[in-house]
């Protein structure tokens, strides 16, 4: 079976701080691999998604990067955390499907 | 306008009722429409999905499609204190995710 991990679950991180988090997934090839953030009352927002390893298309502009080294490794990235990044970052794969299974999600608070 | 528009309650409601979620969107070329729930602090997970217009059943829950009028509902009947989380609709022109638009999110409370 599929299975999708996500870490760290929480993260306090001053503002101007580097963020990395990371998303792997079990049991599948080739997924299709989402980060998304969630904001009260706001919905999930697409920030990035990758159809394949190096291939990566943001939809968001904004001080946020991702990469992936690998075929079901994820990895988000910025380089200096602002206030407004903090949110809840979910992971999300499919395969050449409508449906979406999403990671445990990490909360990141910037101060 | 956004492409998907969800009143974000919250929505509170007694053991046992007849709760109904909406969602209206503006991009005609939505076929693909879906319900996800979410319990707090987790991740989302798909509960109903529907092709096109008309009506899916499965269990305590129903989802509707009109494409006529742009709108989408989710029933849910009997409702539970298990079923209280946040609902969320998405929908998408195809199977491809990176096209899926989802909605802000209803929170629904149920109290016994």
């Known amino acids: 079976s599929q299975t999708i991990h996500q870490w760290p679950a929480t993260l306090v991180q001053p503002v101007g701080s580097p963020l990395s988090l990371e998303c792997t997934v079990e049991?599948?090839?080739?997924?299709?691999l989402y980060w998304y953030r969630q904001a009260a009352g706001r919905g999930l927002q697409l920030l990035f998604y990758?159809?394949?390893?190096?291939?990566i298309s943001s939809e968001v502009p904004q001080n946020l990067s991702a990469s992936r080294p690998q075929d079901r490794q994820f990895i988000l990235s910025s380089k200096k955390l602002l206030l407004s990044d903090s949110g809840f970052y979910l992971c999300?794969?499919?395969?050449?499907?409508?449906?979406?299974?999403f990671g445990p999600g990490t909360r990141l608070t910037v101060l | 306008q956004k492409e998907v528009e969800q009143d974000p309650g919250p929505l509170s409601v007694p053991e046992g009722a007849i709760v109904s979620l909406n969602c209206t969107y503006s991009?005609?070329?939505?076929?693909?429409f879906m319900w996800y729930r979410q319990y707090s602090r987790k991740g989302p997970e798909l509960l109903m999905y529907?092709?096109?217009?008309g009506n899916k059943e499965d269990g305590r829950f129903t989802a509707q499609v009109d494409k006529s009028s742009k709108y989408i509902s989710l029933f849910i009947r009997d409702s539970q204190p298990s079923d209280s989380a946040t609902y969320l609709c998405?929908?998408?022109?195809?199977?491809?995710?990176?096209?899926?638009?989802f909605g802000a999110g209803t929170r629904l409370f149920v109290k016994a």
């Open positions: 998405a929908m998408s022109g195809s199977t491809g995710g990176f096209k899926t638009i």
């Open positions: 991009n005609s070329a939505f076929q693909y």
């Open positions: 049991g599948t090839s080739n997924p299709n």
């Open positions: 999300a794969w499919s395969v050449d499907s409508y449906e979406q299974f």
């Open positions: 990758s159809v394949g390893i190096g291939q």
């Open positions: 529907t092709y096109s217009s």
